[in-house]
C-alpha cells in the first residue's frame, strides 16, 4: 500500500475499534431502545457503531465518501460518474453492525437482571463466547456479529477490517497479508492506538488452507455456506444449478453473518467441519464486498492466491425489493476496459440506493475442483483478478 491508503486503514481501524468500545461502554437499555436514526428499526446497537465510524472517517477526511445503508442519499452526492477507473475516488463500504438481530437478543439476554449495566461489564460477568454459541452457532470468531470497512479506490480493493464486537477479534486483509489480532479489554485506551504495522508484526497469520491439504472428499468440497433464510432465496439458489440433486445435506449454516463468512475457509473452521464454498445469494453489497479483499490477499502455504472468485448469471434472475439477484455481465461491477479487469463502482449511481445492489457470487479455495467443474459447466465466469 502507498503511504497515503496505510494512513486510511490506520484510521479506519481506530474508527472500527472506536465503533466497539462505544457499543461496549453503552448500557444494555441504550443498546436495545429505537432511535430516530435511519431505518424505522434501527436500535442504538446498529445507530452507536455508524455514527462513530462516520464522525472519525470524516475528522479525518471530511470528503471521505461512506457507504452504509443509512448513508446512501449523503453517498450518491458524490458517487463517480466515469467508468474509467483512474477517474473513481477513494470510497468505503461499511456494514457498523452485521447480524443484528442476533446481537439483540443475545444483549436482551445477558442485560435482563441489570439494564444499566454497561455492555462491556455484562460481557466480562459471563462467558460471552459460551452464551452466544449455545444461543446461535460456534464459533463466535466467525459467527459472531460484526463491524467492517472496506476501501476501494480506482477500481481495486485496497483493504477490508473486521472486528468481532464478542470475539474482541479484528481481521486485516491487505498486501501485506490477512491477520487477526486479539484486542485488549474494551477499556484499556492503547486500543486507541492500535495501527496496521503493529497488527502485522504482533497479530497472527491467518491462513487459508486448500481442499487436499485438509484431506477434503468430493462432498466436504459441496460442503457449503449462504444465507436462505427468507423469502425467495431458496429459489434464487436453486435456479444457480450448482446442485443436480436436494442441496440440504450440504448446507452448514443457511442464515450466516456476513462480511466475515469468508472465515469460514479459514483455519479458523477447521475444528468445526468442512466447508467448500461460500456464497452470497442475491445478498446487498454490503454483505460480501468486504470478500474480495480475503479472496485478493489471502494465500495458501505455496504463496498461490489461496481463493477463487465466480459471479453467477442467470438467464431469467429473481429481483428482491426491485433488485435483480443476479447481475448479467453487462449490469455487473465486475468490468473490465481494453482488456483490464477492475471494479467499476460507477454503475451503481444508476440505482436509488446503491446499498441494496445485489449479486450471486462463489468463493471457494483454489483447489475445490469439484465445484469448479460445475461453475465452469454452467459458463459462470471467474472475477478474481477484477478487483
Known amino acids: 500500500m502507498q503511504g497515503i491508503e496505510r494512513a486510511y486503514c490506520d484510521v479506519c481501524i481506530n474508527a472500527l475499534v472506536g465503533a466497539w468500545r462505544e457499543l ?3 448500557s444494555g437499555a441504550e443498546t436495545l431502545r429505537k432511535v430516530c436514526y435511519g431505518k424505522i428499526d434501527t ?3 446498529d445507530a452507536i457503531p455508524e455514527i462513530t465510524i462516520t464522525d472519525r472517517l470524516r475528522k479525518f477526511d471530511q470528503h471521505t465518501i461512506l457507504i452504509t445503508e443509512e448513508l446512501d442519499e449523503q453517498a450518491k452526492r458524490h458517487w463517480p460518474t466515469d467508468s474509467d477507473p483512474v477517474k473513481q475516488p477513494r470510497m468505503f463500504f461499511c456494514d457498523p453492525t452485521d447480524r443484528s438481530v442476533q446481537l439483540e437478543k443475545f444483549f436482551e ?3 435482563q437482571n441489570d439494564p444499566l449495566a454497561k455492555i462491556g461489564m455484562l460481557m466480562a460477568a459471563c462467558d460471552s463466547q459460551k ?3 449455545e444461543m446461535f452457532e460456534s464459533p463466535v470468531t466467525i459467527t459472531g456479529p460484526t463491524t467492517a470497512i472496506t476501501c476501494v479506490r480506482k477500481g481495486e480493493v485496497v483493504f477490508s477490517i473486521i472486528l468481532g464486537y464478542i470475539s474482541n477479534m479484528l481481521y486485516v486483509a491487505t498486501d501485506t497479508g490477512v491477520f487477526s489480532y486479539r484486542l485488549k479489554n474494551f477499556a484499556d485506551p492503547s486500543n486507541e492506538e492500535l495501527t496496521l504495522s503493529e497488527i502485522a508484526h504482533n497479530g497472527s497469520s491467518l491462513s487459508f488452507p486448500g481442499a487436499r491439504e485438509l484431506g477434503y472428499t468430493p462432498d466436504d468440497c459441496k460442503r457449503f455456506v449462504t444465507f436462505l433464510g427468507k423469502t425467495g432465496y431458496r429459489e434464487n ?5 450448482i446442485f443436480a440433486e436436494k442441496s440440504d445435506g450440504y448446507i452448514v449454516h443457511s442464515q450466516p453473518p456476513g462480511p466475515p463468512r469468508p472465515l469460514y475457509l479459514s483455519e479458523l473452521q477447521n475444528e468445526h467441519g468442512p466447508v467448500g464454498f461460500i456464497l452470497a445469494n442475491g445478498e446487498k453489497i454490503g454483505e460480501w464486498m468486504h ?3 480475503f479472496v485478493k490477499f489471502a494465500k495458501n502455504k505455496d504463496g498461490d492466491q489461496a481463493l477463487r472468485a465466480f459471479e453467477i448469471s442467470l438467464e431469467r434472475p429473481w429481483t428482491k425489493n426491485g433488485m435483480l439477484m ?6 455487473s461491477i465486475f468490468s473490465q476496459i481494453e482488456e483490464k479487469p477492475y471494479l467499476d463502482i460507477s454503475r451503481l449511481r444508476n440505482f436509488d440506493r446503491p446499498s441494496q445492489f445485489r449479486c450471486m457470487l462463489v468463493v471457494l479455495r483454489h483447489d475445490n475442483e469439484r465445484i469448479i467443474h460445475v461453475l ?3 459458463q459462470y465466469r471467474e472475477v478474481t483478478n477484477h478487483f
Open 43 to 45: 436500535l442504538g446497537l
Open 109 to 111: 439476554f445477558i442485560a
Open 326 to 331: 443476479s447481475t448479467p455481465p453487462s449490469h
Open 376 to 378: 465452469r459447466q454452467m
Open 237 to 241: 439458489f436453486n435456479d444457480s444449478g
Open 131 to 133: 452464551v452466544w454459541g
Open 291 to 293: 470478500w474480495l479483499a
Open 24 to 26: 461496549m461502554e453503552a
